[in-house]
C-alpha cells in the first residue's frame, strides 16, 4: 500500500488549497478514505472522511462548509479542496487508508 500526498503550500488567509492523494497497492474503489491533519504540539485529527463511492462525507466541525472532500476511483484518488483558510488550519496533513498512512504534507496558513 501507498498513500502520496501532494498539494500543500504556504497560503494567505482566506486562500484556497487543493490536496490530493495518490493511492496503489488495494483496490481503492472499495474502501472508504480520510484525510487527517497533525498541528505542532496537538494530537492528530479527522479532518474529512468519504465512503467508497463518494457518496457519503463526514467533517470536523472546525471545517464544516469550507472543506470538501471528494474522489475519483478511476484515477484512484481522494482530493481536499480547502477554501477559506484559517492559520488554525495550519498542520501537515495525512491521507488514511485502514491502519495505512501517508507522509503528510504541509500547509501554512499566514499573511
Known amino acids: 500500500v501507498q498513500l502520496v500526498e501532494s498539494g500543500g503550500g504556504l497560503v494567505q488567509p482566506g486562500g484556497s488549497l487543493r490536496l490530493s492523494c495518490a493511492a496503489s497497492?488495494?483496490?481503492?474503489?472499495?474502501?472508504?478514505m480520510s484525510w487527517y491533519r497533525q498541528a505542532p504540539g496537538k494530537e492528530r485529527e479527522l479532518v474529512a472522511g468519504i465512503g467508497n463511492a463518494g457518496l457519503k462525507t463526514n467533517y470536523a466541525d472546525s471545517v464544516k462548509g469550507r472543506f470538501t472532500i471528494s474522489r475519483d476511483n478511476a484515477k484512484n484518488t481522494v482530493y481536499l479542496q480547502m477554501n477559506s483558510l484559517k492559520p488554525e488550519d495550519t498542520a501537515v496533513y495525512y491521507c488514511?487508508?485502514?491502519?495505512?498512512w501517508g507522509q503528510g504534507t504541509q500547509v501554512t496558513v499566514s499573511s
Open positions: 497497492g488495494f483496490q481503492f474503489s472499495w474502501f472508504a
Open positions: 488514511r487508508y485502514a491502519n495505512f
